[in-house]
């Protein structure tokens, strides 16, 4: 079993900063992928950035250029920062990893987070 907690969230005024942290744990052997989700009430989950131990980057168009992501796959730890922020980022944020894992499937397996709240106030 693996788990994912996430550190940061909260409220913040527009144009501010948050930076979410999170930290895989478990049955880890190794990381495929690492990153953070958002879920707006009525809305669907969607990606907002990703990163690869190889050092490959993916963000949605509405945070490119205000956020940044980082991975530790040592640390099985993923950061993202964001600032900038706009009353649209307003929403849950959940920490997502694909792992494999020790003595598991021969096939990854995904996690999630349970979520952070990220409220920005305009």
């Known amino acids: 079993q693996v788990q994912l907690v996430e550190f940061g969230g909260g409220l913040v005024q527009a144009g501010g900063s948050l930076r979410l942290s999170c930290v895989a744990s478990?049955?880890?052997?190794?990381?495929?992928?690492m990153g953070w989700y958002r879920q707006a009430p009525g809305k669907q989950r969607e990606l907002v950035a990703s990163?690869?131990?190889?050092?490959?980057?993916q963000y949605a168009d509405s945070v490119k250029g205000r956020s940044a992501i980082s991975l530790d796959s040592t640390l099985n730890t993923v950061s993202l920062q964001m600032n900038s922020l706009k009353p649209e980022d307003t929403a849950v944020y959940y920490c997502?990893?694909?792992?494999?894992?020790?003595?598991?499937?021969?096939?990854?397996?995904?996690?999630w987070g349970n979520g952070t709240q990220i409220t920005v106030s305009s």
């Open positions: 997502n990893a694909e792992v494999q894992e020790l003595l598991g499937p021969f096939h990854a397996t995904e996690y």
């Open positions: 478990g049955r880890i052997f190794s990381l495929n992928v």
């Open positions: 990163s690869t131990p190889g050092g490959g980057t």
